[in-house]
């Protein structure tokens, strides 16, 4: 089993950054594949970026490319969002998640944090 707990968001003006972070706890952290998703209000959950187990091989959506990275820490069972040049349209609650799979999709996905909410403001 893993759990994990998010933290950083907040609210930012547009073109602000933000690093939202995400804890782990569980002795198979090492090997779980990490995500990111969103959900606006009144919105699918949506998929942000990925990162393998091994902390290559990064995926990203398109809207978020060259604004947002993701990164992993397996010392510190923590796995990072860092986000810049944030627009209005990204304003949502973030999730991390982690999965045995190598997948974007969030059916895939087995473990998931609380949430945090990022507001940006126009």
């Known amino acids: 089993q893993v759990q994990l707990v998010e933290s950083g968001g907040g609210l930012v003006q547009a073109g602000g950054s933000l690093r939202l972070s995400c804890a782990a706890s569980g002795r198979t952290f090492r090997r779980v594949y990490m995500g990111w998703f969103r959900q606006a209000p009144g919105k699918e959950r949506d998929f942000v970026a990925a990162i393998h187990w091994s902390g290559g091989f990064e995926y990203y959506t398109d809207s978020v490319k060259g604004r947002f990275t993701i990164s992993r820490d397996n010392a510190k069972n923590t796995v990072y969002l860092e986000m810049s040049s944030l627009k209005p349209e990204d304003t949502a609650v973030y999730f991390c998640?982690?999965?045995?799979?190598?997948?974007?999709?969030?059916?895939?996905?087995?473990?998931w944090g609380q949430g945090t909410q990022v507001t940006v403001s126009s």
């Open positions: 998640a982690g999965t045995q799979l190598t997948s974007v999709r969030a059916h895939d996905y087995d473990y």
